[in-house]
């Protein structure tokens, strides 16, 4: 059963990696079709199904409780959020994303979460040995909030899937929304973490196919990736700052890549059972 989620997992991927070329030429040139605004939310719906594949893939059962608790966690504080302020900020979704729950949260929304989360999770954890990685929630929760430094301006400005009420010294965007990224995308990490702790996974010797190392490092790609597409949006809007922010997480992963090569000469095959 893992192993088709696995292949679920890996066709998403083929077919974001497929559109994510156009969309980020299109989007960074201000050339998005008016028939094509639907995409947005789209690709964050597919992205969120690209983890929730891989995690029950990856972990079974509790991979797939962990993602349905993310989404719930998701709705909450963004129903909360929009309704109330806290604990983001005053804020409200435009009709761009949807479609939307209670017409309020974008169905979207709860799958960026839930897309965000893991695999800022599963970077955290595949950092080399270091002080900072016997503390992973709290290097998850901060690569959360880097990645969060960059989509607002592209979300907001943008693509205007919300409008911003308060303000802050960030591109006018309130501190306590920042704050607040940090901390919810600590206790989904936090969540996540304890639902898959002990989970096993069958170890077999031999050398990766192409397919399965694909799979294997497929959180720190969509990173990645991710990180160059809101930098290229951002510098060609003129977000210079948010901008920088994605160079220095692109260089900063480059170091680590060079230094700390990843070498996997084991494959990583999943149960075939749930469990």
Not at 23 to 49: F, H, N, Y
Not at 196 to 220: K, L, N
């Amino acid at each position: 059963m893992r192993l088709t989620f696995q292949k679920c997992a890996i066709a998403l991927f083929a077919l974001y990696i497929a559109v994510f070329p156009g969309s980020l030429i299109t989007v960074s040139l201000d050339r998005v079709p008016e028939w094509g605004v639907w995409m947005g939310s789209a690709l964050l719906i597919v992205q969120g199904l690209i983890m929730l594949a891989w995690l029950v893939s990856r972990y079974g059962l509790r991979g797939l409780g962990a993602s349905a608790l993310i989404v719930l966690m998701a709705f909450g504080v963004e129903f909360v959020g929009e309704k109330t302020g806290f604990p983001f900020g005053r804020y409200a979704y435009t009709d761009v994303l949807q479609p939307q729950l209670f017409g309020s949260v974008p169905i979207a929304i709860c799958f960026a979460w839930l897309f965000v989360v893991p695999i800022s999770y599963e970077m955290a954890k595949s950092l080399p040995q270091n002080p900072l990685s016997r503390y992973p929630l709290l290097v998850a929760a901060t690569l959360v909030l880097l990645l969060d430094l960059q989509i607002e301006t592209v979300a907001a400005y943008v693509n205007g899937y919300w409008t911003w009420f308060d303000q802050g010294p960030y591109y006018n965007i309130p501190t306590a929304n920042f704050v607040a990224w940090w901390l919810v995308g600590l206790s989904m990490a936090g969540v996540l973490a304890l639902c898959i702790r002990g989970v096993a996974v069958h170890i077999v010797t031999g050398t990766m196919t192409r397919e399965q190392r694909v799979w294997s490092f497929m959180p720190q790609t969509l990173y990645i990736l991710n990180v160059v597409m809101f930098t290229a949006i951002n510098l060609s809007h003129g977000y210079v700052l948010a901008g920088l922010i994605g160079v220095a997480i692109l260089i900063g992963a480059g170091l680590l890549f060079i230094r700390h090569r990843p070498d996997v000469p084991r494959v990583l095959v999943p149960h075939q059972r749930l469990d």
